[in-house]
């Protein structure tokens, strides 16, 4: 089985009535239901103002892929959770950032770089499989349309991506590396750049079908007690 | 001084009214017109009527970057050709395929995919920068805009290349990796997709720019007699 | 179910007494003994004196992963045979090329590049992981001592490979790039060095547990009935 | 005219006898003597004691590339430090890091790995070079042969390299990815192994030379007046 936490900041669908419409469970709510059904995975929600931010050290051990969304409070997520995750994924949990999280404290502690990009709002976005015998893109199709999408465009700050499997296309007139592989220590990383909060994108089913099977191939075959040390030869 | 050969089909510009009024002097005999200025290079051309297709020994042993255009007549370079192109490419020339060049012959050897992609006639284009600190995006913007230009899609089968430094996205609905790089033996190769015939695109100042910076990067720092062989060790 | 087809050219185990001896069923028939517990997987043996050199078109459509092994008689592989064979592999069919098969006509043709190395008859090898997370080094330990291998040493003229998963010490004096992965059309290829015909490396249980694994890794997601094509776009 | 700074903790060579006598003028001194000849650039020094730790803001605005060797020190480095000097690396500053500069804050920091190795004092090392035509490697042996080095081995905990250029060997049993680039926002990144304190190899002519041509390789192209930054499209 595959323990998968769904981490939400969870504050527009809090406070934003529009979004509330779209997401009344909370994005974290609506990707659960469209994990539950894999009998593969154990699937939990955390978000930042649980206990520990939700990102405890029992929560993060008992995790193998920890999914994360987050946009309008990347900076409150402290320091020493952004140490404990990050120890977590060099120990070998994956980690799946979704949308926004592209500006996470976290996930930029792992790329090392910027990871800033050009958007606009109110976009409709194709979808294009670039590796097709990736196991992420194992029954997913060419080209997916999404009608309604946040614009992400190049150039995105990142380090040269291990696979690119992924790229869009905007109408506005962008191209983006939407869909990006990293490995960090002992943990499998998958960026995905789809899933504006004003939009109900994640029940797309090629959109949820990209999400399940990113998280079985980030599911760690090793998973460390600490993240490996220097180590002296006899 | 950088020895570059420029290597045509030269079928289209002799054939086809329209493209004869486009390039009167053949795309060769522009793109010769646009690096002749650049005082570290020598320049000449070739096409495939010359003896030896245009590519015989003494010409290849005489050139450290070579420019390929081909389309219409990709299956006339004969397997002696390829061999002797091949050949020089592993011990440090440096290729520049333009273009319809992705279904050469010679390049899709060097790459050992199908360089498959999708085509459609006459698009607009947005050429994106995506590693803007590389050598062959030196004094390049951020974004190109060509008003018309084949559109040239993804699915494209080729290896991961070494560097992406180009992306492209077509008004018509499609995403390309469009300057991409890759090293063979000892001879550094750059793909650039735009360039049909159709349209005056090398005249492009920015374009221009791209490939006198590309035949800068694929110059060899070593060229061998021959490719390397296996060897023994005492 | 997987199927496997063990591909030799079975030449040396039947003409030199003392590789008769060191595998008398043959390397393939040894790799067999060795694959024939595993559940998912069906396998079966061909060599180079059957009919359309054992990797006729039905035995082909009927493999998902082929094992290649061959050293005396690479050149006896025919163009027929060696476009089957790129052809099945671009439409999904994986590919373990072992030890010397670096220098078989495939193999180069896949890669594009010389493939030559340096080597030296008799020598020790220590195998280190270097992707420990990646899914071929699953339960494989940091380091393998192999007593008995031929050394093979950089450079190794190949392109950058996706993955570089086992790097080889050589005790005589020597690093190589062991294990490596690379994408090409729509099939998986991993090259692993050890195999040399005069020890019986293939029944070292790490050694087998790592062709098994890769086994798994190269197994196609998508199997298509023939290589891409260009797509004009409607 | 490249401007190259080099940094240095500046411990050992003056605390421990052994290494003041291998490096009386400092390994920064000893660097900065083999760099002088070079007309292209210019050269200065600074260290940990000196104000703003050797890299306040006018320095790092003032370099083109930064060459760092730390080991005891190495958090002693402060979190503003380790600020700053990633802020010009995403603005297109080059860092050479040195040896035990595997473990610095910044490297780390640039990775996002732990960046961790095995190691052995008092070894002997045999250098390869694995991708000969890559600008690092201009007029530099296949193999390079240190008497007296520290032993690096892998596993090395870094992200996949865009290059591994050099690959070493050493006599107690261990191969070390030791010449690796990077890129990290518009900076150019090389980590080179060679440079235990106890010998003096940095005037081993080869070395010498493998240092010149990375700052050469690392020195932008473009420098930005501050990292780059989310882009809202009008």
């Known amino acids: ?32 239901k469209n994990l539950d ?10 978000t930042l103002d649980d206990p520990e931010q939700g990102l405890s050290e029992e929560i993060l051990a008992d995790t193998d892929v920890l999914i994360w969304w987050s946009h309008a409070r990347q900076d409150d997520v402290t320091d020493k959770t952004v140490e404990r995750v990050i120890r ?12 926004s999280a592209h500006f996470s ?7 090392g770089t910027p990871c800033t990009l050009s958007w606009k709002h109110g976009d409709r976005e194709k979808l294009f499989c670039v590796e097709p015998s990736h196991p992420i893109a194992k029954g997913i199709p060419a080209c997916i349309e999404l009608e309604d999408e946040e614009l ?16 869009g296309w905007f109408e506005g007139g962008a191209v983006f590396r939407s869909g990006c592989t990293f490995t960090r220590g002992y943990g499998r990383i ?39 040390d220097n180590v002296e030869l006899g």
């Open 105 to 111: 404290r976290v996930f930029r502690r792992l790329m």
């Open 190 to 228: 998958f960026y995905f750049q789809p899933g504006h909060e004003e939009n109900r994108v994640y029940d797309h089913p090629d959109i949820r079908r990209i999400i399940v099977n990113s998280i079985r191939w980030a599911a760690p075959s090793v998973r460390l007690a600490a993240p490996p």
């Open 1 to 32: 089985m595959i323990r998968v936490t769904i981490w939400n900041e969870y504050e527009h669908e809090r406070n934003i009535p529009g979004i509330m419409a779209v997401y009344p469970e909370g994005i974290h709510g609506a990707l659960k």
């Open 152 to 167: 992400y465009g190049e150039p995105f700050s990142i380090p040269k991506p291990d696979d690119v499997v992924f790229m």
């Open 88 to 99: 977590h994924v060099h120990s070998g949990m994956g980690l799946i950032a979704l949308h």
């Open 37 to 46: 059904p894999e009998e593969d995975m154990i699937v939990r929600c955390s």
